[in-house]
């Protein structure tokens, strides 16, 4: 069946390409479906920290990891996968919302996080021109700059911490009374006179020159307007897990996928890599998103060859 493959990843973000090119090294006929390629990766205007590029950005990067992913022999499919169902025979189909329809022995979950946004005028128009969800990828561009962190939990918190060593002052903006984040971090963040905290305020609106961004508009007992360089929209991140729940994927209480050290879930064939799982990380990071994918397809591999299903493309390759 030209539809039946042996692994299909549903995502293109880092951890789904990087699943594909080693799906492509392990010869398995896959395919990767998304909307679109990179995920939350196309928000990183500067990515300073991956290794083997000094400064490249998300679309960049992007493009050279979906290119890989082709060079290799894999394809990209551009949709929305709306459901997933399992039959008897233990294959899984998948149906896209342009009504496309595959089938697969085995399944890598790779949808990430899509951030939570303010959803206040200016976000859309400033972000990657001064608004940023990832405080850990820009940090070492903001030397002596002035910054805003924007929630109260600990990828708040810890995201001024790790600003306040380039940056020239970071505020914590949080609507709440007290900071929610471990006590490790609170303990840096009241030693660290770079770092201040406004409490019991809103973000009414980013404002900025049409070019970048120039400061923000606080509502706390009256409206000001705070001038900064940068601002990290810190308050959390969904899981793309709707798909799964009617299959019972277990999950934590967050919402994410729970997968033990083979990233394998509950469920026999599906697997899952990158922002969605939960799996003891408080980092999400390119780089590890790119070891999970990578994790992933050598475990759905394994998985493969222990169900003794004949792998479709380069069986011949491969000693049963």
């Known amino acids: 069946m030209d539809n039946l493959y042996d692994l299909i990843i549903v995502g293109a973000g880092p951890a789904g390409l990087t699943a594909s090119i080693y799906a492509s090294c392990f010869h398995l006929k896959h395919i990767v479906i998304s909307t679109t390629l990179g995920g939350q990766l196309l928000f990183a205007p500067h990515i300073l920290n991956y290794p083997g590029y000094i400064n490249i950005n998300g679309k960049e990067l992007t493009e050279k990891m979906a290119g890989q992913v082709r060079e290799r022999g894999g394809k990209i499919v551009t949709g929305s996968v709306t459901n997933i169902s399992s039959s008897k025979t233990g294959r899984f189909k998948l149906e896209t919302n342009d009504r496309q329809k595959f089938q ?9 996080t899509e951030r ?45 911490v790790e600003l306040a060593q380039a940056a020239g002052k970071v505020y914590i903006i949080y609507r709440g009374s007290q900071l929610r984040g471990d006590p490790i971090w609170l303990i840096q963040i009241e030693k660290n006179p770079k ?48 798909l799964v729940i009617p299959l019972g994927v277990a999950m934590d209480k967050g919402g994410y996928i729970k997968v033990d050290d083979k990233l394998a879930t509950n469920i026999p064939g599906i697997f899952a890599a990158g922002d969605l799982v939960s799996y003891g990380l408080s980092i999400e990071q390119i780089s590890t998103a790119v070891g999970l994918g990578a994790r992933a397809a050598a475990s759905a591999f394994a998985y493969l060859k222990e169900e003794k299903a004949p792998i479709l493309w380069g069986q011949s390759l491969i000693k049963r």
């Open 104 to 112: 697969a022995k085995a399944i890598i979950l790779a949808t990430g």
């Open 195 to 242: 770092i201040e905290v406004i409490y019991a305020t809103e973000v009414l609106e980013i404002k900025g020159d049409g070019e970048k961004l120039t400061g923000v508009v606080l509502k706390s007992t009256g409206e000001k307007l705070l001038s900064v360089d940068k601002v990290f929209i810190e308050i959390g991140g969904v899981p793309g897990t709707a």
């Open 116 to 160: 939570r946004k303010l959803n206040i005028p200016g976000e859309v128009e400033y972000t990657a021109k001064g608004v940023h969800y990832c405080a850990t990828c820009e940090q070492f561009d903001y030397e002596g700059k002035i910054c805003a962190v924007f929630g109260g939990a600990n990828s708040a918190v810890q995201a001024a």
